[in-house]
Protein backbone atom coordinates (compact mmCIF):
# COMPACT_ATOMS: atom_id res chain seq x y z
CA UNK A 1 0.00 0.00 0.00
CA UNK A 2 1.29 3.47 -0.78
CA UNK A 3 -0.25 6.70 -0.29
CA UNK A 4 1.44 9.65 -1.37
CA UNK A 5 0.15 13.33 -0.40
CA UNK A 6 0.64 16.39 -2.19
CA UNK A 7 -0.27 19.88 -2.52
CA UNK A 8 0.61 21.59 0.95
CA UNK A 9 3.14 24.75 1.76
CA UNK A 10 3.09 28.06 3.34
CA UNK A 11 -0.50 30.02 2.38
CA UNK A 12 -1.77 33.01 3.98
CA UNK A 13 -4.68 33.58 6.15
CA UNK A 14 -7.90 33.28 4.24
CA UNK A 15 -6.31 31.69 1.11
CA UNK A 16 -6.81 27.94 -0.15
CA UNK A 17 -5.13 25.06 -0.84
CA UNK A 18 -5.74 21.88 -2.43
CA UNK A 19 -4.62 18.46 -1.14
CA UNK A 20 -3.92 15.06 -3.22
CA UNK A 21 -3.31 11.77 -1.72
CA UNK A 22 -2.43 8.90 -5.04
CA UNK A 23 -3.23 5.44 -3.87
CA UNK A 24 -2.24 2.09 -5.02
CA UNK A 25 -1.64 -0.98 -3.83
CA UNK A 26 -5.09 -1.94 -2.52
CA UNK A 27 -8.31 -1.35 -4.47
CA UNK A 28 -9.29 2.08 -4.19
CA UNK A 29 -12.65 2.20 -4.99
CA UNK A 30 -13.48 -0.04 -2.39
CA UNK A 31 -12.14 2.18 0.23
CA UNK A 32 -13.21 4.82 2.59
CA UNK A 33 -10.48 7.38 2.72
CA UNK A 34 -9.74 9.91 5.15
CA UNK A 35 -7.82 12.85 5.79
CA UNK A 36 -5.96 13.61 8.95
CA UNK A 37 -4.17 16.34 10.49
CA UNK A 38 -1.84 16.91 13.36
CA UNK A 39 -0.43 20.26 14.54
CA UNK A 40 2.50 20.72 16.34
CA UNK A 41 2.05 19.01 20.27
CA UNK A 42 -1.14 17.83 19.65
CA UNK A 43 -2.88 14.33 18.94
CA UNK A 44 -3.75 13.79 15.66
CA UNK A 45 -7.08 14.55 14.16
CA UNK A 46 -9.60 13.34 12.00
CA UNK A 47 -10.54 16.34 9.42
CA UNK A 48 -12.73 14.53 7.31
CA UNK A 49 -13.55 11.09 5.32
CA UNK A 50 -15.29 10.36 2.63
CA UNK A 51 -17.15 6.87 1.71
CA UNK A 52 -15.58 4.61 -1.17
CA UNK A 53 -18.57 5.45 -4.00
CA UNK A 54 -17.97 9.40 -2.73
CA UNK A 55 -21.87 9.14 -1.78
CA UNK A 56 -21.04 10.48 2.07
CA UNK A 57 -18.43 12.73 3.32
CA UNK A 58 -18.08 13.78 7.15
CA UNK A 59 -15.93 16.35 8.39
CA UNK A 60 -14.85 17.49 11.84
CA UNK A 61 -16.76 20.46 13.35
CA UNK A 62 -13.48 23.09 13.25
CA UNK A 63 -13.02 22.55 9.30
CA UNK A 64 -16.74 21.91 8.31
CA UNK A 65 -17.74 24.61 5.79
CA UNK A 66 -14.17 25.47 4.39
CA UNK A 67 -13.13 21.99 3.74
CA UNK A 68 -14.28 19.62 1.05
CA UNK A 69 -12.99 16.25 0.84
CA UNK A 70 -13.16 14.61 -2.78
CA UNK A 71 -12.34 11.34 -5.01
CA UNK A 72 -11.40 10.05 -8.25
CA UNK A 73 -11.61 6.30 -8.67
CA UNK A 74 -10.62 6.36 -11.66
CA UNK A 75 -7.47 7.83 -10.75
CA UNK A 76 -7.33 6.38 -7.33
CA UNK A 77 -6.81 9.86 -5.52
CA UNK A 78 -8.53 11.21 -3.15
CA UNK A 79 -8.20 15.38 -2.75
CA UNK A 80 -8.95 17.77 -0.17
CA UNK A 81 -9.83 21.21 -0.67
CA UNK A 82 -9.34 23.95 1.92
CA UNK A 83 -10.59 27.43 1.90
CA UNK A 84 -10.46 30.38 4.44
CA UNK A 85 -7.52 28.56 5.91
CA UNK A 86 -6.74 29.68 9.28
CA UNK A 87 -3.31 30.12 10.87
CA UNK A 88 -5.05 26.88 13.74
CA UNK A 89 -5.23 24.82 10.48
CA UNK A 90 -1.49 24.64 10.38
CA UNK A 91 -0.91 20.77 10.63
CA UNK A 92 1.16 18.04 8.85
CA UNK A 93 -1.99 16.73 6.66
CA UNK A 94 -1.99 12.86 6.10
CA UNK A 95 -4.21 10.31 3.76
CA UNK A 96 -5.25 7.45 5.19
CA UNK A 97 -6.79 3.88 5.32
CA UNK A 98 -7.95 1.29 7.63
CA UNK A 99 -7.48 -2.00 5.89
CA UNK A 100 -6.74 -5.52 7.60
CA UNK A 101 -6.96 -4.48 10.88
CA UNK A 102 -4.52 -1.39 10.49
CA UNK A 103 -4.49 2.51 10.46
CA UNK A 104 -2.22 2.92 7.05
CA UNK A 105 -0.79 6.50 6.77
CA UNK A 106 0.91 8.59 4.55
CA UNK A 107 4.34 10.19 5.01
CA UNK A 108 1.75 13.49 5.18
CA UNK A 109 2.32 17.22 3.72
CA UNK A 110 2.62 20.26 5.73
CA UNK A 111 -0.24 23.21 5.57
CA UNK A 112 1.41 26.60 7.22
CA UNK A 113 -0.80 29.45 6.99
CA UNK A 114 0.40 32.36 8.22
CA UNK A 115 1.33 36.07 7.23
Known amino acids: VQLVESGGGLVQPGGSLRLSCAAS????????MTWYRQAPGKERELAAL????????NYADSVKGRFTISRDNAKNTVYLQMNSLKPEDTAMYYCSIWRNGARLWGQGTQVTVSS
Open 25 to 32: GFPFSSYA
Open 50 to 57: ITSAGGST
